[in-house]
């Protein structure tokens, strides 16, 4: 739903950089660096919201985070499906994955190109550092049932 015309990642990378490193989920913050709701969005309602950035409450982030599903109580603290709930439930227990900027409508698709493209091999070789870990027994529970599909 974002503007045709995106954001120039270039104008914003400092601060798209410091918003990742940061140890806690990021697509809020995201989403605000992103252009806003498109005049053509599908959203049935009349007034213009052209430009706005609220989060739409659609639960994308909540549902892909990796951590609440390791965490499933703590998804019980709200029934908020929003990114400021997603922030307030896992704050500084973020894995830092970024799958939550990559499933929300209303970031731009040039930020989750960056992410894809300059953050990625940073983030998994982070998780497979993590695998083996005995602090992690779900990140290797996850993997073995992974593996075990094929």
Known sequence: MPQRIQTDV?????????????????VGRCRLLSSGFSPAHALNITEDISGHKECLGCGNCIDI?????REP????KTESRTSMALESTVGEDCDQCDACILVCPQ???TIKH?????????VMSRLGERIGDED??????????ALSQN
């Open 10 to 26: 270039k104008d914003i990378e400092a601060v798209l950089n410091e918003i990742l490193n940061t140890k806690s989920p990021p």
């Open 65 to 69: 985070c990796p951590f609440l599903s």
């Open 73 to 76: 109580s703590r998804r019980e």
């Open 107 to 109: 970031v731009d698709t």
């Open 114 to 122: 960056y992410v894809v493209n300059h953050r990625m091999l940073e």
């Open 136 to 145: 992690e027994p779900d990140l290797d529970l996850f993997l073995e049932e």
